[in-house]
């Protein structure tokens, strides 16, 4: 269960750390009107270098970038604003990685959260699968679509371990094939045409991870592993969240600590606004993998944070120091990211240490989750409307980003390491490259009635949908139906809502019906507790439900 100076562990514990720690072993352009440069690609051990397309202007032209406009003037704007990282960047070069985006292990829901009883449908960029556990409890994930007629397995059910489309009730096993249609005839036999498409899955470590190619054999080296998760005495508080936005937004927002003392200002005692101050970043790795490195606070001697960004999406941030009895302790924020669309995400937070304070022990897990919801909600604004931008503008991140060296190196260095690998993607938005989606976004639920169509509209303002609007900007939908804990919670909340408030009614009509003035009195007063009660537990429900709303103060 995770302590709640957890939710912000880039900001917790200022102790040094002494050496990098290996968490785990693993190895666009605007309308043209300008002439441009052909590309020159040239081989080089293993990768592919190749020169940048660059625009042949006139001199009195706009800069094509917020960076050209640092260059060639007179001002110290790259004393401040993050530049180059690599030779080849400076001449104008990029390299290009071997990447697929299939050949990866996606996180697809917490081992804790699948359920037992039905099929659960999710989605991997634009794949949709549906996974389940068969008879024996294994996992099993297919393709999401029946190949009678394309109807969505997961509005299935599941019968003797086996699962049953729908519509016409074909039913399949878990390698797939069918074993039974209602309407062929009995002596007839099933088309050998008639199964599904199978992905391969794995549980590690609470998380299940989907293996999204279905012509190479999964990889199980890239299966990644997180050495604190498996330290003795470690103990954390796992999550999942649906969010309105692209994944790459949400893999910035989480890798960006300087935004948390004011996007966050209160909502934890360690989020203070004139906690603002500039980082230090040292990058101490760069593969075709992803990234690594320490950072902190600008006025710290050492840099007592490491990060970690691995392909396809993981993110973890972590930190160790020597406690009063001068034991090691570890702590961990994990970030398991999968994109689920185009404008949408979703998100395995964890966050775990090998000490933890005792009063954590007393606060239920449902709490530490409403509270993540909270922090989720206050940037979903500013992430939603960011998302519009990069659609609207249709450029590389380059030429609209003001990134700087004090705050946004993670940033920089993310969207580089896109420029690599947004190849093998279906689309993506780098520094310098972007690739955009070839078909546009599918909206798959038409919400229902007023109140959720104003709720879909302004899924970032937060507070206007009900649990009854199928939307990400609800909180119910974002994260309770997904999280065994907290819809269980929201159960027993609605259950003794309704009962106390039964007892309450039966008890003032009690105290109407006896004559004795002290009976009178006890059940007014044992009343009056039942609905204490009832307004505890809709206060309860509320916070399950409903989302958070930022009030704009006036310093």
């Given at each position: ?42 081989q080089q051990q293993g990768s592919i270098k190749c020169h940048a397309v660059t625009d042949l202007t006139s001199s009195n032209t706009v800069p094509s970038s917020i960076e050209d406009q640092s260059k060639g003037e007179d001002n110290d704007d790259h004393l401040v604003l993050v530049g180059p990282s690599s030779e080849e960047e400076r001449r104008g070069e990029r390299e290009v990685a071997d990447y697929d ?455």
């Amino acid at each position: 269960m995770a302590s709640p100076i957890l939710k912000f562990p880039f900001l917790s514990h200022t102790t040094s750390l002494s050496k990098p720690l290996a968490f785990y072993p693993l190895s666009l352009t605007p309308k043209p009107r300008k002439t441009l440069r052909p590309i020159h690609v040239k081989q080089q051990q293993g990768s592919i270098k190749c020169h940048a397309v660059t625009d042949l202007t006139s001199s009195n032209t706009v800069p094509s970038s917020i960076e050209d406009q640092s260059k060639g003037e007179d001002n110290d704007d790259h004393l401040v604003l993050v530049g180059p990282s690599s030779e080849e960047e400076r001449r104008g070069e990029r390299e290009v990685a071997d990447y697929d985006w299939t050949e990866e292990w996606y996180p697809l829901y917490l081992t804790k959260d699948v359920p037992d009883d039905a099929p659960l449908g999710l989605t991997v960029f634009d794949k949709q699968v549906v996974l389940y556990k068969d008879g024996q409890g294994e996992l099993r994930c297919f393709e999401d679509r029946c190949p009678h007629r394309l109807a969505k397995l997961s509005e299935g059910q599941l019968i003797d371990g086996r699962l049953e489309c729908l519509y016409h009730g074909w039913q399949f096993e878990g390698e797939g094939n069918c074993v039974k249609i209602p309407q062929l005839p009995a002596n007839a036999k099933i088309p050998q045409s008639a199964c599904v498409k199978t992905y391969e899955v794995r549980e590690s470590q609470g998380v299940v991870w989907v293996w999204m190619s279905l012509k190479s054999q999964p990889n199980i080296n890239k299966l990644p592993w997180f050495e604190n998760f498996a330290r003795p005495g470690f103990k954390d508080s796992s999550a999942v969240h649906e969010l309105p936005y692209d994944h790459s937004i949400l893999l910035e927002n989480l890798m960006d600590p300087a935004h948390i003392p004011i996007s966050h200002d209160r909502t934890d005692l360690s989020a203070k606004r004139e906690n603002a101050q500039p980082l230090r970043f040292e990058v101490t790795e760069r593969t075709d993998r992803g990234f690594a490195g320490w950072w902190g606070g600008g006025d710290a001697q050492t840099l007592p944070n490491f990060l970690r960004f691995e392909a396809p999406c993981v993110l973890s941030n972590n930190r160790e120091f020597i406690d009063g009895k001068g034991v090691k302790q570890y702590f961990s924020g994990l970030f398991l990211c999968r994109p689920t669309g185009q404008g949408k995400s979703m998100l395995i937070v964890r966050f775990g240490g090998t000490s933890m304070p005792q009063i954590a022990n007393w606060i239920p897990e449902w709490f530490f989750h409403q509270r993540g919801c909270t922090v989720f909600e206050q940037d979903m604004g500013f992430l939603s409307s960011q998302n519009e931008v990069l659609m609207k503008e249709k450029v590389p991140t380059k030429k609209l980003y003001l990134n700087l060296r004090s705050s946004d190196t993670w940033v920089a260095e993310y969207r580089k390491w896109m420029d690599k690998t947004g190849h093998g993607m279906p689309y993506h938005f780098g520094h310098s490259t972007i690739s955009l989606p070839e078909l546009p976004a599918v909206v798959e639920h038409a919400p229902a009635g007023l109140v959720a169509g104003v709720s879909a509209s302004f899924p970032a303002k937060g507070g206007t949908g009900t649990m009854h609007a199928p939307n990400l900007g609800n909180r119910y939908f974002r994260h309770v139906i997904h999280c065994k804990g907290c819809s269980g919670a929201l159960k027993a909340f609605n259950t003794w809502k309704k009962a106390l408030s039964a007892i309450s009614l039966a008890l003032t009509a009690l105290a109407i019906l006896v004559s004795g003035r002290q009976w009178k009195a006890a059940l007014l007063v044992s009343t009056s507790l039942c609905l204490v009660g009832v307004y505890a537990c809709s206060t309860l429900i509320k916070m399950s439900t409903t989302n958070f709303i930022r009030t704009h103060r006036r310093f």
